[in-house]
Nanobody, 120 residues
Framework: VQLQASGGGLVQPGGSLRLSCVAS????????MGWYRQAPGKQRELVAT???????EYGDSVIGRFTVSRDNNKNTIDLQMNSLTSEDTAVYFC???????????????WGQGTLVTVSS
């Protein structure tokens, strides 16, 4: 199973960007999919997660600005980011928790990360 994230790039303050992540492989189900980010010199932090049943959780700093969505059939998760500020500059990582496959259950998988830079 692999996670492939896309959609990062350079955006001006106040702008929007949409990230996408797809989990590929022989997957039966994924319990939780999410996005985390890591800014230079800082620890990785929660951005947003979506449970298989649709339950969502957001990091405090993105509430009201970011929206996460998930397609269980396609094993994808998207992150719509609006009203971006320089504080949102970071590498964004896709995460999948409890991935059920024919070989068993993977505890936690990470994508390679995609860089988001908010700058004028």
């Amino acid at each position: 199973v692999q996670l492939q994230a896309s959609g990062g790039g350079l955006v001006q303050p106040g702008g929007s960007l949409r990230l996408s992540c797809v989990a590929s492989g022989n997957i039966f189900s994924i319990s939780i999919m999410g996005w985390y980010r890591q800014a230079p010199g800082k620890q990785r932090e929660l951005v947003a997660t979506v449970r298989k049943n649709g339950g969502r959780e957001y990091g405090d700093s993105v509430i009201g600005r970011f929206t996460v969505s998930r397609d269980n059939n396609k094993n994808t998760i998207d992150l719509q980011m609006n009203s971006l500020t320089s504080e949102d500059t970071a590498v964004y990582f896709c995460n999948a928790v409890r991935v059920a496959t024919p070989d068993g259950v993977e505890g936690s998988l990470w994508g390679q990360g995609t860089l988001v830079t908010v700058s004028s």
